[in-house]
């Protein structure tokens, strides 16, 4: 089967949801993922009425990367489209540059998704980022909901990644076919990044060391990990709803993995930033509620302090 007509099949059911004269954004960043994506829905949407609008994001971190956006948006204008906008970014690097770009990105897609009035930004994220990011999950140690991977739909609705079992390769060679020309990130072969090393020698030495299909298992267990971890933090969440005042005898009563997930939603609730807290974090809280001997209050991301007074969790931040 054309590489072109599997992207096709895997964006076809998500158009299906919305509505004639919808606006719909494309995160486009010249690379093949997303020009694919992008060619895929273009081809897919010329019988639905429905109005594509890519948005390119101009990190403005490499020379010349005004250019490069321009570049991604002449592209654009070839597959077909005529509505694109290009947005500039600052990115304030306060905790290394991969998660600062990442935020500013996603910063401006929500300012876009306002902008326009559309309800969901579709994304270029394929099987392999997955497998990828299930990695650094295990790497980071922060448990089920990090190695779960990237949703193919966000919780809102405003996030969609239909590409999560489309390989890379797939996407490279749709842009062949259709004869895209496609940008190639130098960032993407800097090994001083993380996931650059993992996608160039980890995954590479896993295939070869335990036989092809790592990745798309990697892909598959994120999939499982994400139904299994949905299910606990709905439990989690309806604890919290009707327990709000982190009681000790309470906490203690509730199986480990339900307790943790309610901790991590204290914690963040109490100004942590998300995504911040590994098992490290959580150990010495857990120890307030199961293993207590005294213990002083355990600092943790964002200023946040736990500690335990007469018989429940305090939560504060320093500011």
């Not at 089967?1 to 004639?20: H, N």
């Not at 949407?45 to 321009?70: C, F, M, T, Y």
């Not at 490290?280 to 120890?287: G, S």
């Amino acid at each position: 089967m054309k590489a072109t007509l599997v992207i096709r099949q895997a964006v076809r059911p998500w158009l299906a949801r919305f509505s004639p004269g919808e606006n719909i954004l494309i995160a486009v960043s010249g690379g093949a993922d997303s020009l694919a994506l992008a060619n895929a829905l273009f081809r897919e949407s010329r019988d639905l009425s429905v109005n594509l609008i890519p948005v390119i994001i101009d990190h403005g971190l490499q020379e010349g990367s005004a250019d490069i956006a321009k570049g991604a948006a002449q592209t654009l204008n070839t597959i077909g489209f005529h509505q694109i906008e290009i947005k500039s970014v600052k990115v304030e690097i306060t905790d290394g540059l991969e998660a600062s770009a990442r935020r500013a990105r996603y910063q401006a897609f929500d300012e876009a998704l306002l902008e326009f009035g559309a309800q969901s930004i579709f994304l270029g994220h394929t099987l392999n980022d997955q497998a990828e990011t299930v990695l650094l999950g295990l790497a980071r140690g922060s448990g089920t909901r990090s190695l779960s991977g990237m949703a193919a739909e966000s919780s809102d609705g405003k996030y969609l990644r239909p590409l999560l079992s489309v390989d890379r390769d797939t996407t490279i060679e749709s842009c062949r076919e259709e004869n895209i020309s496609f940008w190639s990130d130098p960032h993407n072969e800097n090994e001083e990044f993380t996931r650059v090393r993992v996608r160039k020698n980890l995954l590479p030495l896993l295939e070869s060391e335990l036989g092809p299909g790592v990745t798309d298992a990697l892909a598959r267990s994120a999939r499982i990990l994400r139904e299994d971890a949905d299910a606990l933090d709905q439990i989690a969440h309806d604890f919290r709803a009707t327990h709000p005042d982190l009681i000790i005898e309470e906490l203690a009563a509730l199986p480990v993995a339900i307790r943790a997930r309610v901790l991590r939603a204290a914690i963040y609730e109490a100004g942590a930033p998300q995504g911040s807290l590994t098992a490290d974090h959580l150990a010495p809280v857990e120890a307030l509620v199961t293993s207590w001997r005294g213990q002083g209050e355990s600092s943790l991301p964002g200023g946040v302090k736990v500690s335990r007074i007469s018989g429940r969790l305090s939560l504060s931040q320093s500011i």
